[in-house]
């Protein structure tokens, strides 16, 4: 907590969607720095990388590992490895906010999956898992079939 509370205020001195790892970072970022300059610090360039960069070897811990992990998939869909720093940071502010709170959905992430399988199936669409998929027809920018 005490190595992310600083990155988690420089997170918000910029907007997250500013962080790229590219150089376009220059022009996303950089109409914000001026007014961001006083609480920047040197690790904030840190948070363009991944969220798994960024901790390291400082995370060791098994369990919150996998913990972060799927925050990171929460957030974005993607393992720590693939989440933005800047992201994490940012959602980490939240959590130094006072009376703030971490809600999980009903059912955890299993509920969240079966909402999504719910919806599919409600409008017909079926899950097959570990089924080959030999091609998808697309028609109009829509996937009609997969064989």
Known sequence: QTFMEPLAQSS???PPAS???DFGAVLTAGKFLPAAMGSLNADALKLTGSFSDLVGDRITD???KNWLDLLCFLLSGLDASGTVAAEVAFMFNEWYQPNCQLDF???GSQGMVDALVGGLQKYGGKIR???H???IVVEGGVAKVVQ
């Open 133 to 135: 998929v030999e091609e």
């Open 105 to 107: 959905p009903v059912g």
């Open 129 to 131: 898992l570990g089924a």
């Open 62 to 64: 098994p369990f919150i």
């Open 19 to 21: 962080f790229r790892q």
């Open 12 to 14: 918000v001195a910029l």
